[in-house]
């Protein structure tokens, strides 16, 4: 091959390969998604208290409540308790609900048992004179989602 050939082909050999690299470069940007943290999804992450009561026994409180959606996301509880009375610090019925006694409760928790939906939390050492109010306020393991609030639970000593 003379040396007017041999340059004939090597702009078109460029040419190819430039072509190649283009073409792999673009294959390359269009398997690169947008990747990102899995991110929960409202309707279907969610879960509700379909159900809340308050029984007593010995100076403790035992809540139970049913749970309804995604109730396997349940992830911790607080507990809110205001005694109703004549005594300081208490306080009556027809009050706004301002909770004297926060008790939280975290995975694990001794004082929280779950069977499938319903979650049974014991709360100890109160009066067993007094009337509380209580109320339930419940997170998700996705903390971008709402707490989940229960009505307030009126619950008379025995």
Known sequence: MSGATAS????????AIAALLLVLLALGMVSCGKREWPAPQLSEDRFRLRS?????????LIVDCELAGAWANLDSV??????IGDQPGDGCPTCPFVPRISRFFGPGAPEMRRDMNR?????????????????????????????VVSELVISAPL
């Open 78 to 83: 607080r507990l809110h308790i205001e005694a």
């Open 52 to 60: 809340i009561s308050v029984q007593r026994g010995q100076g403790c």
């Open 119 to 147: 979650l049974i939390i014991t709360a100890c050492d109160l009066d067993p004179k007094k009337t509380y109010r209580v109320q339930l306020v419940a997170s998700n393991v996705f903390p971008v989602l709402d707490l």
């Open 8 to 15: 004939i082909f090597r702009p078109r050999l460029g040419r």
